[in-house]
């Protein structure tokens, strides 16, 4: 306890130092506006791919750090997980070929990963959210061996007080907690950004917030976590949640969370956002600066602001500002960060350009978006695309309200082409990038409803872990043709691998819809449950989801020769009939040694266990469905 308080007044010390560094940025930053230090005559563009990486079972591969250690080139860096990586492209002056020049440095870029991934026996692959990614891969273990990642989850879950709550609904319902942040690495992301002049941040800004949802609901590519169907982006309730360190009060306390919208338009500068995410969020990290950023003013150099920008990636607007420094000139930059990765290196740059269309040409053609729509209408429109896609209703200029495809198809295609050509950007490219765009709304195949259609296309053929990597093998394989997710077929079971990749764990080919009663419960209640589920096994859990027993059909029919009602003063408790302290395995288990457990003990269950929680069972009627499965295989061969 000693140590820990030395720590924790080290920690506080620290943190004071920071924030002084902090304000004197800020105020720093003041000044460079004033005196108009910000590079003010070009826009440029931008961009960051994060990507999964993920083994011959097309589950998350944690290898990121040899992979970008062979790969040897700046431009990729790590991130959260082991299994994610990041690429940093170059930025280039928004005109002429620029998206082309985009899409061929990412193609370049994603063609090293794979080369280097594939030596490891691993591949790469573009999706918003990776379909068989669990909850067993998001231990600590599986965090990248950074410091400042560490230190991040330190901090955070500390504000937090205790475990993230994880609740959406879509066609499934997810509830569940995890105790750090690393759900954080079930999202990847394609973040665009664009180079503007301080003068003209507040209106561009403005206009990035408005055209969020409308960009969002066609490029929505994230319908599937843990096997839930939820939102068409399933990553924007996620991420939100994933980091949410507010707490909840006795009072109807207003608290923004660290990944937001925004709460209004900003009506002059960045300097704006900047207070408000000083003033609202909880410094988290710290670092060591040296720098008089007045000095460096006073000599004409772009100052470092290293504490500002430090605390800057810790609050995660959905738009966010960025201070960079390019060529010695300090400069802003809009972080789109709505965009999900994939479903192919062409859609990413349709939805680019697309984004980048529209903040050219509401501009152009309107100005001042504040004077036409309510702030709330844009919010309301973000989450509405997050969870319905090209199915929402959007409001738009003046408050009318309109399906998504028709917003985007009578409105604002025109619109982005308008702003891509005041841009001058390369009439070709324009044709090919909108036109994707277009053709994928008019087809209604996003890269969710795709998702969506081939895992209702299977139908309940084999479990729901090899439906899972069939999906995510069949994106793998048709990214790899380049052709955009409008043209894709369906995937098909048999693209996963078969059976030899889908059912090596437990947690691959357990039930999690479980059947349970509690130990106080009557005896009554777990006999008409088994005769109404078809079941054998009915487990007894406590108030926590701790598993407490299990009561087989067996000792119910033991029970009926020594039952006798008269004798007892109510109905019997389930607790008298219960197999207490019962073994049990954990979801890494391997299917194999499930088995032999099972087999040599006469066993007809194992309850699964995590973290002392139960979270599903293996029984054997469902390993002899799965060994009906296979036998057919093989006589069919």
């Not at 994610?84 to 005109?95: H, M, V, Y």
Request: charged share 25%.
């Amino acid at each position: 306890m000693g140590d820990q308080d030395v720590q924790e007044k080290v920690r506080q010390e620290e943190l004071r130092v920071f924030l002084k560094h902090l304000l004197e940025d800020v105020r720093a930053f003041e000044r460079m506006l004033e005196i108009g230090m910000f590079e003010s005559d070009t826009r440029r563009i931008g961009a960051e791919q994060e990507v999964f990486l993920v083994d011959r079972r097309w589950r998350p591969a944690p290898i990121a750090p040899s992979v970008i250690e062979e790969i040897d080139d700046p431009s990729f860096t790590t991130e959260l997980a082991r299994f994610n990586l990041e690429i940093n492209l170059d930025p280039l002056s928004f005109g002429g070929d620029c998206l082309r020049q985009m899409e061929n440095q990412l193609e370049e870029a994603l063609e090293k990963a794979r080369s280097c991934a594939a030596r490891q026996d691993a591949a790469v692959v573009l999706t918003g959210i990776l379909p068989t990614i669990n909850k067993s891969d998001l231990e600590l273990d599986n965090m990248t061996p950074n410091p400042r990642y560490l230190a991040l989850n330190e901090a955070l879950t500390r504000l937090r007080g205790g475990d993230y709550e994880l609740h959406l609904t879509g066609m499934d319902e997810l509830h569940a907690h995890h105790d750090s942040i690393m759900v954080e690495a079930c999202n990847t992301s394609f973040q665009v950004h664009f180079q503007v002049g301080a003068d003209e941040f507040a209106q561009l800004y403005n206009i990035a917030q408005a055209v969020a949802g409308p960009v969002l609901s066609a490029a929505v590519n994230s319908a599937l976590l843990f096997g839930k169907r939820l939102w068409r982006e399933t990553r924007i309730g996620l991420f939100q949640q994933s980091i949410d360190t507010r707490r909840t009060t006795p009072h109807l306390r207003e608290q923004t969370p660290r990944v937001s919208f925004g709460r209004r338009w900003v009506r002059s500068s960045a300097l704006e956002i900047i207070r408000e995410d000083i003033a609202r969020f909880r410094t988290v990290l710290a670092t060591e600066t040296d720098e008089d950023p007045f000095e460096a003013i006073e000599r004409g150099e772009a100052p470092q602001l290293k504490a500002l920008r430090l605390h800057l990636g810790t609050v995660y607007r959905w738009n966010r500002v960025c201070y960079g420094i390019m060529n010695g000139k300090p400069h802003l930059r809009i972080e789109n960060r709505i965009l999900p990765s994939g479903p192919t290196i062409r859609d990413e740059m349709a939805n680019a350009a697309f984004w980048y269309g529209l903040v050219s040409g509401v501009l152009t053609v309107h100005g001042d978006v504040t004077k036409r729509m309510d702030f709330d209408d844009t919010q309301t429109n973000f989450f509405a695309a997050a969870q319905n896609g090209l199915n929402a209703q959007l409001i738009w200029f003046d408050g009318k309200l309109q399906p998504a495809d028709r917003l985007i198809l009578e409105t604002l295609l025109p619109l982005a082409r308008e702003g891509l050509q005041a841009s001058s950007i390369d009439e070709g490219d324009i044709d090919t990038y909108l036109g994707t765009i277009e053709e994928r709304v008019r087809a209604g195949r996003t890269g969710a409803q795709w998702q969506l259609s081939s895992l209702a296309g299977m139908g309940g053929k084999g479990p729901l872990s090899e439906r899972l990597a069939a999906i995510t093998a069949a994106t793998a394989f048709r990214q790899a043709t380049g052709r955009p997710v409008h043209t894709w077929e369906p995937a098909e079971l048999s693209e996963g691998g078969g059976w030899k990749r889908n059912y090596t764990s437990v947690e691959q080919c357990m039930d999690t819809d479980l059947v349970t009663v509690n130990e106080h419960e009557p005896v009554d209640l777990v006999a008409h449950l088994m005769e109404w589920n078809h079941i054998r096994h009915v487990l007894v859990e406590d108030d926590a989801n701790r598993l407490v027993g299990v009561v087989s059909q067996r000792a119910l029919l033991r029970l009926v020769g020594t039952y006798h009602p008269e004798q007892l003063e109510g109905p019997m408790p389930v607790r008298e009939v219960m197999i207490t302290d019962p073994v049990t395995v954990s979801p890494e288990t391997s299917t194999l040694e499930a088995i032999e457990m099972m087999r040599s003990n006469r066993w007809a269950c194992l309850p699964v266990v995590k973290n002392g929680h139960l979270v599903g069972i293996v029984t054997e009627s469902m390993f002899m469905a799965i060994a009906a499965t296979l036998l057919e295989e093989k006589l069919t061969e």
